[in-house]
């Protein structure tokens, strides 16, 4: 059931943050994957610690990546999008959103390199 929770989470967190961002409102999804991320950690008390090192070390990684695109000029947003410089808040957010899923919800793939490869 918790993997069953935590896929729904990160689905709608997802999509808070694709359809706010696209409304103009970059700063909602951000709000969501806090909510999200705060619950998915209450649910995983016993593995608090490695859970929040993780999802930070996701956002962290995900502002450096996707900042890198940004000014490689591989991607760019909206202004109206924009909340963060050089890359998006709700950008780093998702990042952060994938990370709640690791070792619950995707860890089926856990060791299947292949598998993570095709669908990365």
């Known amino acids: 059931m918790k993997n069953i929770i935590n896929f729904i989470g990160f689905q709608l967190c997802w999509l808070i943050c694709v359809l706010t961002a696209a409304k103009g409102l970059p700063w909602a999804g951000p709000v969501a994957v806090m909510l999200w991320a705060l619950i ?56 952060a959103n994938l990370a709640t899923t690791l070792h619950h919800s995707l860890d089926w793939l856990n060791k299947r390199y292949v598998l993570i490869s095709l669908f990365g």
């Open 40 to 95: 998915h950690l209450s649910m995983n008390r016993t593995q608090y610690k490695s859970e929040l090192i993780l999802l930070l070390f996701a956002a962290l990684l995900g502002y450096v990546i996707d900042s890198s695109l940004v000014l490689l000029g591989y991607i760019s947003f909206p202004e109206y999008a924009v909340l963060a410089y050089p890359t998006s808040l709700w950008m780093v957010a998702l990042w």
